[in-house]
């Protein structure tokens, strides 16, 4: 069973720039979902991906944007990148949407902006 | 929205002993999930919860849905569990997972 992984590991960029980071669901799995984890604080919802749309989304702004691809994996895409954007984004995968499933995380990507 | 409170905020054991986290939550919710976070930063999936006690190996888990809080016990305490431990809640008609801000727990040899 392969589990859920993304890319890439780590990522730099500079205030302004547009950033996609990569995920791919654990095999049978065709929700996904997108958190940020600032420093020192709890995973935040940024949204989520069901059959190739948007199935919730958390209070982040529009230059959040995702994908859900037939094959259910996802990306996120982030523009005009603020300093406040550096965080690590975990993606996540489950069977099902709602709350009816585990949730299982990546090892997610550290963005920092500079 | 719901609030996710948990305690204590840091905590040092000893190898060896027992510890107990606590979840509090502010509403009714479908769903609460515990997680360990390795330095390394990996969130696992510890318990899937949302009523009653489940039981995995030194850990062990019980939600009192009505009450609206959820205990993890560790018992026996290994350096290997160091790291931060998340409770999330899922409200109803919601897919948004609400984390607490964690617990970080440091085992000394």
């Known amino acids: 069973e392969t589990g859920v992984t993304q890319s890439p590991t780590h990522l730099i960029k500079t205030r302004g720039q547009q950033v996609t980071l990569r995920c791919s669901s654990q095999?049978?799995?065709?929700?996904v979902s997108w958190y940020q984890q600032a420093l020192g604080q709890g995973p935040q919802f940024i949204f989520q991906y069901y059959r190739e749309e948007e199935n919730g989304r958390g209070n982040f702004p529009p230059r959040f944007s995702g994908l859900q691809f037939p094959n259910y994996s996802s990306e996120l895409n982030v523009n005009a990148l603020e300093l406040d954007d550096s965080a690590l984004y975990l993606c996540a995968s489950s069977t099902r949407t709602g709350a009816n499933s585990p949730l299982h995380f990546g090892n997610g990507t550290r963005l920092t902006v500079t | 929205g719901i609030q996710v409170e948990q305690s204590p905020p840091d905590l040092i054991l000893q190898e060896g002993a027992n510890s107990t986290l606590r979840c509090n939550f502010s509403d009714s919710v479908n769903n609460l999930q515990w997680f360990h976070q390795n330095p390394w930063g990996q969130l696992i999936n510890l318990f899937y919860i949302p009523s009653g006690t489940k039981q995995n190996g030194r850990l062990s888990a019980t939600t009192v849905a009505t009450e609206r809080y959820s205990l993890l016990y560790i018992s026996s305490s290994q350096t290997t569990d160091s790291g931060v431990y998340f409770c999330a809640v899922h409200p109803y008609n919601n897919n948004d997972m609400r984390f607490g801000a964690g617990t970080r727990l440091t085992v000394k040899p």
């Open positions: 095999s049978g799995h065709n929700t």
